[in-house]
């Protein structure tokens, strides 16, 4: 069995950080948002998850999902100002 992976993204009012994580494809991967501020940050979509997490200033939330090889999974706020993104390789 593989290990899980685990990945911490900060949420601040300047977007995110780190904006790109890079992950193992095939294992699943538990992402942290940390809310460290507030803005329209704080409402993270992830269309190719279907997932939206919607934060509270000083609140974190976890999600879990399994990337395939090659996949880039975006990440934005709900305004699309501020972009991230998982690769998977």
Not at 8 to 25: A, D, E, I, M, Q
Not at 59 to 71: A, D, L, R
Request: glycine content about 8%.
């Amino acid at each position: 069995k593989h290990k899980d992976q685990h990945v911490t993204v900060n949420v601040t009012s300047r977007g995110y950080s780190p904006s790109t994580v890079t992950v193992k494809p095939g294992q699943e991967v538990h992402m942290t948002f940390v809310s460290k501020g507030g803005g329209c940050a704080n409402s993270i979509k992830i269309p190719a998850l279907k997932k939206t997490v919607n934060l509270k200033p000083g609140q974190k939330k976890e999600i879990v999902f399994t990337s395939k090889k090659g996949q880039t999974i975006a990440f934005a706020c709900s305004m699309n100002m501020f972009k991230g993104k998982v690769v998977a390789k």
